[in-house]
């Protein structure tokens, strides 16, 4: 267990519909990492969130968004579901950038049906 | 970000010593080099980080180049559950700055 919790494990869905990811950082961290894992574009960068404020972001669509909550767990929303948006999202949370290390979640599969 | 050139794969044999190379030669001067892996169906885990000096932690060492445009991971001995994905990721140490991961190396190790 890495201190990092994601739910669902898994989820399978049909085109156009919305779905919500959500993770737990670990405990002390205020920074967390959404990332999605698809077979043909590797690990992506999606957003992050600091402490409550959205601190940079990746290659995230318009149809998705996230936010963190103030006990410090986060939400990816994605709204009408593309079969391209099967894949793995992975979240990650860290104390303060880099320096100390990501900790990544089991990760979300998600299947577009 | 600094771009990186991993191999895409490297074979090991169990109990051998492997050496997994980077390079990265646009780096900036402020920049960790850090390596994670990612084994079977589980997200990356952290293995190593480092700036100039040559690092070593239980996991394995990290030797970087005198001039920082490439570096080594080290795994001492290997094992069956250090087959994974090895992923070398120059990153600054601002609270801005994220881990941008590219292709990494696919390590197999034989029994």
């Known amino acids: 267990d890495s201190g990092v919790t994601q739910t669902p494990k898994h989820l399978i869905t049909a085109t156009g519909q919305r779905v919500t990811l959500r993770c737990s950082p670990r405990?002390?961290?205020?920074?967390v990492y959404w990332y999605q894992q698809s077979l043909d574009q590797g690990l992506q960068f999606l957003i992050q969130?600091?402490?409550?404020?959205?601190?940079a972001k990746g290659n995230i669509l318009e149809r998705f968004s996230a936010q963190q909550f103030p006990d410090l767990h986060s939400e990816l929303n994605l709204s009408s579901l593309e079969l391209g948006d099967s894949a793995l999202y992975f979240c990650?949370?860290?104390?303060?950038?880099?320096?100390?290390?990501?900790?990544f979640g089991s990760g979300t599969r998600l299947t577009v049906v | 970000d600094a771009k990186t050139t991993q191999p895409n794969s490297m074979e090991s044999n169990e109990e051998e010593p492997v050496h997994l190379p980077c390079n990265h030669s646009?780096?900036?001067?402020?920049?960790?080099i850090h390596w994670y892996r990612q084994l079977p169906s589980q997200g990356p885990e952290y293995v190593i980080h480092?700036?100039?000096s040559n690092v070593n932690n239980r996991m394995a060492s990290l030797a970087i180049a005198e001039d920082r445009k490439s570096s080594t991971l080290i795994l001492h001995r290997a094992t069956l559950r250090d087959a994974a994905v090895y992923y070398c990721?120059?990153?600054?140490?601002?609270?801005?700055?994220?881990?941008?991961f590219g292709g990494g190396t696919r390590l197999m190790v034989k029994p």
């Open positions: 990650a949370s860290s104390s303060w950038g880099t320096f100390y290390g990501y900790t």
């Open positions: 405990s002390g961290d205020l920074s």
């Open positions: 969130y600091y402490n409550g404020e959205e601190r």
């Open positions: 646009t780096i900036s001067g402020t920049d960790y």
């Open positions: 480092g700036l100039t």
């Open positions: 990721i120059p990153a600054g140490n601002n609270a801005g700055n994220m881990l941008t």
